[in-house]
Structure formats: C-alpha cells, structure tokens
C-alpha cells in the first residue's frame, strides 16, 4: 500500500499495463528480488507517454539504479537521441551498464558515475526532459544545478514526490523522515509557485510532479 492511491484503483492501473510484452520485465524482476529502487509500473507507464509525446533529443535522469527507468524512456526515444544518467554506487553503475548493453543501447545511454550534486556542476548540455529519482531530500539543490541547462519548453518529472504520503499529511510522517518531507514540501512549493514553470502532482506511483518551463518569448 502506497498511502497515494486507494490499493483498488492501483491495482487496477497496473493491471492495465501489458507487463508479459514488457522487453524490460527480467530487469524489473531482478530489482523487485534484490530491492533495487525502480519507478512503479505505473510511472514507468507514464515515462513512455511523455517521452513519446515530446520526443526529446537529449534527457538526463539523475539516479539510474539498475537502468530500468532509462531504457524505459530509451525504448520510446528516436535514433538520434541521447540519455545521460547520473548513479553514485559503483556496483549498480555496473548492472546498469551491462543491461544497457545487453539490451543494444549503448550508444544512446550514457552512465556516469558520481555524486549528482558534482556531475551536475559539470554539465554544459541542454536538456528536453529531466527525470529526478534520487535522494529525495535533494531535489530544489538538484534543481539549482540543472535548471539552466533545461531547454524552453522542456520538461521535468520528479518521482517519490508525495513519500508514501508524509508529504501531504504531518500525520504519517515518521520522525526520522521529517527533513525529507519538509525539503520535499519546500520543493514541490518552489516548482509550483515559480514563474517560468507549471507544475502539476499526480498521485500515482509514490507521487509524480511533472513541471513544464515556459518558452520565454
Ligand atoms: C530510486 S533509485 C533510481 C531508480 C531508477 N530511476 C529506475 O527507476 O530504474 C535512486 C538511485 O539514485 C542513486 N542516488 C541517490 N543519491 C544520489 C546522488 N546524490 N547522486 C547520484 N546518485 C544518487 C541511488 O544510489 C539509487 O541507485
């Protein structure tokens, strides 16, 4: 039970999906036996949709884990397309990085080892899509760092943002988790009120924001 939606309604989402057809379902499974982090189905659902709508040049993924989420979006993205993703552990830079070859996108996915914090510092590219997935108590200082190098008209997706629902409700928050939720609600607060984006939350998965930066004529 996710605290986001009613388990009914999830299970029903999820049930619509064609997971069996799904070319990714044996990396998938090895997250689930090895309690590797990966998007939902749902999410990983949506990911497609908007990847195949905006049909983005260049995306960069800050936390790749296994690579599940970027060969998701890989899988829906043109030829001439690039993802870069961002992961700080040395063993899961190594799953990622076999999968990713494994399934023939190496040269479309690049994986680069590091604190994002730093790798992010060092970017010079411009992006179309941005999808944050790691260290939820991070993402307004992620924000900061890569803002800039994300196109007009480009767009970000922030998983986790609702954190099993603490962030909507001070009743299930548990103690320890408190600086995440309140740096998570500062965020969702600054992406929804800044001028040059529109944001909006949907409570799917364990929270989804997608934010769109204006054309700044
Ligand atoms: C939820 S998992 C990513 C799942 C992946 N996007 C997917 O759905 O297939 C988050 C990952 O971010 C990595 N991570 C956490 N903090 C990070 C940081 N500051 N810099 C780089 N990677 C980080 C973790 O090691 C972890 O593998």
């Known amino acids: 039970m996710s605290n986001i939606t009613a388990k009914y309604v999830e299970e029903y989402i999820r049930g619509l999906i064609p997971l069996k057809e799904d070319f990714l379902f044996e990396i998938q499974e090895y997250a689930y036996k090895n309690n590797v982090p990966i998007v939902h189905p749902e999410v990983a659902q949506l990911l497609k949709v908007l990847t195949m709508m905006k049909k983005p040049k260049r995306v960069?993924?800050?936390g790749t884990a296994i690579g599940y989420s970027a060969l998701t979006m890989a899988s829906c993205m043109d030829h001439d397309s690039r993802i870069i993703t961002i992961e700080?552990?040395?063993d899961m830079v190594k799953i990622a990085k076999s999968n990713i070859k494994n399934k023939g996108?190496?040269?479309?996915i690049e994986v680069l080892k590091g604190e994002a914090e730093t790798v992010l510092k060092e970017l010079d590219e411009k992006f179309d899509l941005i999808f944050l997935d790691a260290a939820k108590g991070k993402y307004k200082e992620f924000f900061s760092y890569f803002i800039d190098n994300l196109n007009d008209g480009g767009i970000i997706v922030s998983d986790n943002v609702l954190f099993k629902g603490m962030v909507a409700t001070d009743e299930l928050v548990i103690r320890r988790k408190k600086t995440i939720v309140k740096r998570m609600?500062?965020?969702l607060k600054y992406i929804s009120n800044h001028e040059f984006l529109?944001?909006?939350v949907i409570p799917i998965g364990d929270g989804v924001a997608i934010t769109y930066k204006k054309e700044v004529k």
């Open 60 to 62: 960069l993924e800050i």
């Open 88 to 90: 700080r552990q040395e």
């Open 105 to 108: 996108y190496e040269n479309k």
């Open 185 to 187: 609600r500062d965020y």
């Open 198 to 200: 529109e944001t909006c």
